[in-house]
């Protein structure tokens, strides 16, 4: 099993930042995608950064230059972890929403090999003016 578990969200004003991580957990044989997410109320999910396996970062228009995307691999008692962050800076308003890691790749499922593709539980992020 692959589990994501996401954490750092909170209230802000205008202006400070937040840092936000998953981590992605469980025998996992490789990642081949890390994504951050949000979903402002009423509105559809969409892409904040993400992270190929190529490991070159992409950002959203409007974060750009604000946010950093970056993912730390480990290993802590025999599980994988793998950690996604999501540096805010000058946060705006207009960022409020809730923030949601995705993950893709394969894990080892005893001798066999299968693809995941999840979502983290979201975290929330108000910013206020």
């Known amino acids: 099993q692959v589990q994501l578990v996401e954490s750092g969200g909170g209230m802000v004003q205008a202006g400070g930042s937040l840092r936000l991580s998953c981590v992605v957990s469980?025998?996992?044989?490789?990642?081949?995608?890390m994504g951050w997410y949000r979903q402002a109320p009423g509105k559809q999910r969409e892409l904040v950064a993400e992270?190929?396996?190529?490991?070159?970062?992409?950002?959203?228009?409007?974060?750009k230059g604000r946010f950093t995307i970056s993912a730390h691999n480990a290993e802590h008692e025999n599980i994988d972890e793998h950690t996604l962050y999501l540096q805010m800076n000058n946060l705006k308003p207009e960022d409020t929403a809730d923030y949601y890691c995705?993950?893709?790749?394969?894990?080892?499922?005893?001798?066999?090999?299968?693809?995941?593709?999840?979502w983290g539980q979201g975290t929330p992020v108000t910013v206020s003016s």
């Open positions: 995705k993950a893709k790749g394969s894990y080892s499922d005893y001798a066999r090999r299968l693809p995941f593709d999840r």
């Open positions: 469980g025998y996992i044989f490789n990642i081949d995608y």
């Open positions: 992270i190929g396996s190529s490991g070159t970062p992409n950002y959203a228009d409007n974060v």
